[in-house]
């Protein structure tokens, strides 16, 4: 029987790996493991990459969304707005200042933050709109950047999800005021540990950002915010600087197994295929099906040795971590459904067309 994983590193990682060694040996050799040369160089390469003024480096995506929020002067009473379809680090960020989320409905067919349900979620304690593109589908961020600006509010993208992924040619990371991206492993763009960064065109913010993650402070022993201790380190950033020179091809290969997967599984039983709005990309961190026999689906490719996994099964107002919003089910309808029936396929670089064909033919032997 044939094993296909949800995820599999080996193709990439065997390609770069004498990169790898050498960007190791690099900074073992320079003897200087924090806030160095190597950080420098990737901030620069990944402003380039997301055509951003300013990269700067962090520890996880979770903390990077939290020091968006933080530089911003977002704290306790305000409430940002955040879909109510995500992984709960997008609420926690919000959570972690003070700040309240407040759940907003996904398009139903995108399952991206849905512009059209924002404004009724907007109060006079609104700071900030968080949008999340979706499993690596751009928002759109046209209607809700001018949602911001009609009522003078923040944008901060969490683009974890997304390295790459276009709204109407630009780039997802370059709408919002400061946009926090992960560098988890599994990502699109993934360190070989956890890391993260914020991306923004306001040199102010981009100083705060700076400062807050080293301890607030610009110069060394001089404090000057209470700060954190945030930041990305050598071997990482070396690492992310090897990776994203090939971060392109990789995501073209994703999008080459998406389209197998768009023809493979056409009309089978009553799946729901992955959509893309006309004027976004979608870089296919996941490949997201939807069908009501979703359990039973996962249980028959598990027998046949198929990895899957489910993004995500509980939706944040449901989770434990959020009693206190006393939200119930029913309440989220659409993020509810999408928790119930969703189930992302195996996508990886390196992922053959065989897979791909061996994965599609084990799902309509289910159906
Ligand atoms: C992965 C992820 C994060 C958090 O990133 P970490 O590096 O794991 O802290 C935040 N938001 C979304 C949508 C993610 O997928």
Excluded at 86 to 109: K, M
Excluded at 219 to 229: L, P, T
Excluded at 311 to 332: M, R, T, V, W
């Amino acid at each position: 029987m044939s094993t296909i994983p949800f995820l599999n590193f080996d193709p990439m990682h065997k390609m770069i790996r004498d990169e790898i060694m050498r960007s190791f040996a690099d900074v073992y050799d320079a003897n200087w493991f924090i806030m160095g040369k190597k950080l420098e160089a990737f901030e620069k390469e990944y402003a380039a990459f997301n055509d951003t003024k300013f990269a700067i480096g962090v520890s996880n995506g979770l903390d990077a969304l939290h020091l968006a929020l933080k530089a911003l002067n977002v704290t306790k009473g305000d409430e940002v707005i955040v879909p109510s379809n995500t992984y709960i680090a997008t609420a926690l960020a919000a959570s972690y200042v003070g700040a309240t989320p407040v759940f907003v409905e996904p398009n139903a067919r995108t399952y991206n933050m849905d512009p059209a349900n924002i404004e009724a979620a907007i109060t006079s304690r609104t700071k900030v709109i968080m949008p999340v593109h979706l499993y690596g589908q751009a928002c759109e961020m046209d209607a809700i950047m001018a949602i911001a600006k009609k009522h003078n509010l923040f944008v901060v993208e969490d683009n974890a999800q997304a390295h790459g992924a276009t709204f109407n040619g630009k780039i997802t990371g370059s709408f919002g005021h400061a946009n926090g991206t992960s560098f988890y492993p599994g990502k699109n763009l993934g360190a070989l540990g956890d890391g993260g960064a914020l991306t923004t065109n306001d040199a102010d913010i981009a100083k705060k950002i700076m400062m807050l993650r080293n301890y607030g402070s610009e110069k060394k022993y001089h404090n000057e915010s209470i700060g954190f201790n945030m930041r990305l380190d050598e071997v990482q950033a070396a690492f992310l600087s090897v990776k994203l020179k090939h971060l392109n091809e990789w995501t073209k290969q994703r999008k080459v197994i998406a389209h197998q997967y768009n023809d493979a599984l056409k009309n089978v039983g009553d799946l729901i295929l992955p959509e893309v709005h006309k004027d976004a990309t979608h870089v296919y961190h996941l490949y997201v099906i939807k069908t009501k026999n979703r359990d039973k689906l996962q249980k028959h490719l598990s027998d046949n040795g198929i990895g899957t996994l489910i993004h995500y099964p509980i939706p944040p107002h449901l989770q434990k971590a959020y009693a206190s919003l006393k939200k119930k089910k029913g309440d989220y309808p659409i993020a509810e459904e999408l928790a119930e029936n969703c189930l992302s396929l195996p996508i990886w670089p390196g992922m053959t067309q065989e897979h791909v064909k061996t994965v599609a033919d084990a799902i309509k032997k289910a159906f």
